[in-house]
């Protein structure tokens, strides 16, 4: 009688516990599906970048400094016996323009990128097709005093002609004593490394063009009118 009772109670706890067991597996199925499905639905679709918020490049802490070509020294030309004629020009040159701009930030020191465009000649005294001229980059306080200057070879190559233009790349660093200096209180000056006579000559609003020298085309010849 007991091995009945036994059995009759595990038989009643058997069929209490199977319909929560199988609904648990077939809960456990129906999430399988749905994930089957939710992994072929991705697979079909295609896969989506990234979004990457692009990078904000950040403001420099103030203006840049002032750069511009001195005048006196804006112009190289080389004059025989110093007496202005085209007849006696050798090598010439001009600083035709000159782009710039700056970075810097807190206390970084000014990083200003230049490029500095040359045209250049050489007249009927030069000696040949190669010339290496010479020029500066001064940095001033501004309409103070000269804080460093720096000169540079300009190695030049004609090839058989008159003139020639170059563009020279520099970077200037400037320190600042403070994250409230602004690049306004510099100034970025440029010129050639002239002679006192070049720069009278540059005063003077003299000049000659960077060809000067070049030798003239002939004239044609007259012919006879008809009769």
Do not use: H
């Not at 400037?174 to 994250?179: D, G, H, L, S």
């Not at 409230?180 to 440029?190: A, H, K, P, Q, R």
């Amino acid at each position: 009688m007991r091995r009945v009772l036994t059995a009759l109670a595990a038989f009643s706890i058997a069929a209490s516990v199977l319909p929560v067991v199988a609904e648990a597996q077939s809960q456990r199925q129906r999430q399988g599906r749905g994930q089957q499905q939710q992994a072929s639905g991705d697979d079909a679709a295609p896969a989506r970048a990234p979004r990457i918020a692009p990078l904000r490049r950040r403001v420099n802490a103030g203006p840049c400094p002032y750069v511009k070509v001195l005048y006196d020294a804006a112009r190289y030309v080389e004059l025989e016996g110093g007496r202005a004629a085209v007849a006696n020009v050798g090598y010439t040159g001009e600083i035709e323009g000159v782009s710039s701009d700056c970075e810097y930030r807190e206390s970084d020191p000014i990083r200003v990128d230049m490029n500095v465009l040359f045209n250049l000649g050489r007249g009927a005294q030069a000696a040949g097709d190669q010339r290496t001229y010479r020029y500066w980059i001064a940095v001033t306080e501004r309409n103070t005093a000269i804080l460093s200057k720096e000169y540079f070879d300009l190695p030049v190559n004609f090839q058989g002609q008159r003139t020639a233009s170059v563009t020279e790349e520099r970077t200037i660093v400037i320190p600042r004593a403070e994250a409230t200096t602004s690049g306004s209180n510099f100034e970025i000056l440029v010129g050639f490394d002239v002679t006192p006579e070049m720069a009278e000559f540059n005063r003077s609003g003299s000049r000659f063009r960077v060809n000067a020298g070049a030798t003239p085309a002939a004239p044609a010849p007259a012919t006879a009118p008809n009769p």
